[in-house]
């Protein structure tokens, strides 16, 4: 039966080495305790949790400076150049806190709600970011009554529906 691949013999009577045209097979690698324990931190849902929040809030931060920067002040044809740069000083701390509490709150209830959802289900989907979501949506919006919570937890699950649906994490 014919093949389209080269006898190793073939191989060897070409000049060519037969281990050498053989493609190299890696050796199965064991995870070390130290990985291990890693991987087993990272799976619990306190730490991931706080890992969102921790880089939501670096998010906010970046947002923040962004959207400070944009903002002029009303009187700007008034004020001295150096009054400028004061308030736009000013204007970004303020937004970057702002951004970066919101950013650190949402990342935090987000991902707590999606690691225990997912570890109540025993199922990896796009469910548990739905609602993951919704939570998030709902809790971020409470203050604003009954009507707001629903409303904040519909639209961040159809966020997070959408934004898994664009990533295909979950195929």
């Known amino acids: 039966m014919p093949t389209s691949e080269p006898s190793a013999a073939a191989a060897a009577g070409a000049g060519g080495d037969a281990a050498s045209q053989r493609a190299a ?10 990985e291990f324990k890693g991987q087993e931190m990272m799976n619990n849902c306190a730490v991931r949790s706080v890992l969102s929040g921790v880089m ?9 400076l962004f959207f400070g920067a944009l903002e ?3 009187m700007a044809e ?13 204007q970004m701390g303020r937004k970057s806190m702002s951004h970066a509490k ?3 709150v949402m990342g935090l209830i987000f991902s707590a709600a999606e690691c225990v959802v ?8 796009i469910t548990n970011s739905a609602v993951a979501g919704c939570v998030t949506g709902g809790a971020l919006a ?21 934004i898994e649906k664009f990533m295909d994490r979950h195929t």
């Open 25 to 34: 097979v890696e050796p199965v690698h064991l995870p070390t305790p130290e």
């Open 56 to 64: 939501g809030g670096g998010l906010g931060v970046l947002m923040g």
């Open 72 to 74: 002029n002040p009303i």
């Open 78 to 90: 008034e004020m001295t150049a150096r009054q400028q740069i004061v308030y736009q000083a000013k």
């Open 102 to 104: 919101t950013f650190a």
């Open 118 to 125: 997912e570890k109540a289900r025993a199922k990896h989907d």
């Open 142 to 162: 409470a203050k604003g009554g009954p009507q707001a919570t629903c409303i904040g937890c519909v639209g961040f699950g159809a966020f997070s529906v959408a």
